[in-house]
């Protein structure tokens, strides 16, 4: 048996790309929230360390460092050793710091 695994939902892609399949999706793709649009669930999509660092192409323990002292959004804690971003709170943050640079 392969299993075929497509683009987490964390990633970002460019406009007009395929948007990947939900994990809470059925066979036949649909899942029991297709009535919600998809720019609902755009800030919805979390986001681990790692890809955080990724995303900014910074070590993960840049990011705590910049969590620990107040320079970057708090994650969303999910467990007691689980925490995740929203993807919404990392954009705002980038553009936040682009139009600080462009001053």
């Known amino acids: ?17 395929e ?3 939900s994990p809470l999706a059925g066979r036949d793709g649909q899942s029991a929230s297709d009535s919600t649009s998809e720019a609902d669930l755009a800030g919805c999509r979390l986001l681990t ?33 689980t925490v995740r971003w929203r993807a919404r709170d990392i954009a705002e943050h980038i553009e936040a710091l682009a139009a600080e640079g462009e001053r």
């Not at 990724?54 to 999910?78: D, E, M």
């Open 1 to 17: 048996m392969t299993s075929e695994r497509s683009n987490p939902p964390c990633v970002l892609r460019a406009e007009g790309g």
């Open 19 to 21: 948007r990947p399949k």
């Open 49 to 81: 360390v790692k890809a955080v660092a990724n995303l900014l192409g910074v070590s993960v323990r840049l990011v705590w460092r910049l969590v620990a002292g107040g320079r970057f959004p708090q994650p969303i804690r999910l467990g007691a050793r």
